[in-house]
């Protein structure tokens, strides 16, 4: 079975500076995708970036990136120029991508809080 | 275009009572999933359609709860003789087959 930790419960930076997330996971299989969501008090999940694990370089959206590290089973989120937008909790997750295997698996998420 | 979109935003229900929670997905996306989110936890997967069939259902905590898609697109989670345990978010997404799941807004349920 596969698992995903995020060790940081709350985080808080202030505007306009680079913030870290992180993330570890745990499986036995070699194909599979990494996500990182963005959850604002709406509730409604928005994904803020993805990484597939047989790609070396690391996936960047804009003020985005990751930190992708296969073997030691790490992916952390940077958050750069940061926006009070950005306040909001943020999951880590993991797909495995072998067919009929479609379950989304979370960690329990990092509250981020953007200081003016 | 539209998103996905779940029914009702929130319910509050006794316990014991059944209630029903639906989901709209986003149209043409032939897969649908539904997930639970327990206060200040990650989302928890219960079911997942491709079609009008449930593909993997291994996450439904118990037989009190069952999910229908008919008609290969609304899906309703059904939960039968509610329990304050129950009280959660449910989340729904939907995607292209393989493809990124989106999500809905969730409906928070709420068992007094």
């Known amino acids: 079975a596969q698992t995903v930790t995020q060790s940081q419960p709350e985080m808080s930076v202030q505007e306009a500076e680079t913030v870290t997330l992180s993330c570890t996971y745990d499986t036995s299989e070699s194909n599979y995708y990494l996500f990182w969501y963005k959850q604002p008090p709406s509730r409604q999940m928005i994904l803020v970036i993805r990484q597939e694990a047989y790609k070396q370089q690391n996936a960047t959206e804009n003020r985005f990136s990751v930190n992708f590290q296969k073997a030691a089973k790490s992916f952390s989120l940077k958050i750069s120029d940061s926006q009070l937008g950005d306040t909001a909790m943020y999951f880590c997750?993991?797909?495995?991508?072998?067919?009929?295997?479609?379950?989304?698996?979370f960690g329990t998420g990092t509250r981020l809080t953007i200081i003016p | 275009g539209a998103g996905v979109s779940q029914t009702p935003s929130n319910k509050v229900t006794e316990k014991g009572k059944y209630v029903e929670l639906r989901c709209d997905p986003i149209s043409g996306h032939t897969a649908l999933y539904w997930y639970r989110q327990s206060l200040g936890q990650g989302p928890e997967f219960l079911i997942y359609f491709q079609g009008t069939g449930a593909a993997d259902d291994s996450g439904l905590p118990n037989d009190r709860f069952f999910a229908v898609r008919p008609e290969g697109s609304v899906s309703t989670l059904k939960i039968q003789r509610t329990e304050r345990g129950d009280s959660a978010v449910y989340l729904c997404?939907?995607?292209?087959?393989?493809?990124?799941?989106?999500f809905g807004p969730g409906t928070r349920l709420t068992v007094l």
């Open positions: 997404a939907s995607s292209v087959s393989s493809g990124e799941q989106f």
């Open positions: 997750a993991f797909i495995n991508t072998n067919f009929g295997n479609e379950k989304l698996t």
